[in-house]
């Protein structure tokens, strides 16, 4: 009878030790699980709280500009009957696309979510110029698109080289204004050149009071 009390002592104390040795390696592999999992999801908001909202803006701006000049380009490609005109339109598709492309790939590290659709102001213009045809079509699209929105997309490109803090949009800012910069050289450049070459009703040389010498002149490099 002592012998199976003790037999018995000894398989419950086993069956404690197994138990408790058992166990240890399922907590511990179960606390490192638990880590990575708990930090993944964490890391990519943590990222785009980061930013301030000028660097967030900044972002979105771009992205907007590109998206409005490829958007309108395609309306030049398939409207105007001016080689001139359809050359510039295509030089803003391949360059913006690739700004855009360059722009998506930041926003995507920094958590930033870009517009995938014009907003009104450029809804709007897109569909100006859907109405329009001729030297009417040409002279409006390379006023409204390769003047005036380069202009202001080239000064909003000056300002977040200014009040931006994030390096890495900075320096994409800095790589894409001379781009803006040259598109908006090439546009005051085909605006002189059609107010050279136009004729008014009396067929002397008309005018064009909005040139690129005009209300719209490239801005000073700072």
């Known amino acids: 009878m002592q012998n199976k009390k003790q037999h018995i002592s000894h398989l419950a104390a086993a069956t404690l030790v197994a138990a408790l040795f058992g166990a240890a390696p399922a907590q511990a592999d ?7 999992s708990a930090g993944a999801p964490a890391a990519a908001p943590a990222t785009a709280t980061k930013l301030s909202r000028a660097d967030r803006n900044a972002l ?12 309108t ?3 030049a490609i398939g409207k105007s009957q001016n080689a001139d005109v359809k050359a510039y339109a295509q030089r803003m598709i391949d360059d913006h696309t690739k700004a855009q492309a360059e722009v998506q790939a930041l926003a995507k590290t920094k958590g930033v979510e870009l517009p995938t ?5 450029f809804k709007a213009k897109s569909k100006l110029l859907e109405t329009l045809s001729g030297d009417i079509f040409d002279r409006t699209y390379i006023k409204q698109s390769g003047r005036a929105d380069h202009h202001d997309t080239h000064e909003k490109l000056r300002a977040n080289l200014e009040g931006v803090k994030d ?9 894409i204004r001379p781009v803006v910069e040259q598109h908006l050289i090439m546009a005051n450049e085909m605006i002189a050149t059609t107010a050279r070459n136009a004729t008014g009703t009396a067929g002397t040389p008309g005018t064009d009071t909005s040139t690129a010498t005009g209300k719209e002149p490239i801005p000073n490099k700072k």
Request: net charge neutral; aromatic share 0%.
């Open 60 to 71: 979105t701006d771009l992205a907007m500009a590109n998206m409005a000049e490829i958007a």
């Open 117 to 121: 659709e014009l907003n009104v102001k």
């Open 30 to 36: 179960t606390g490192q699980a638990a880590t990575p």
């Open 167 to 175: 390096a890495d949009i900075k320096a994409l800012a800095l790589k």
């Open 73 to 75: 380009a395609r309306i």
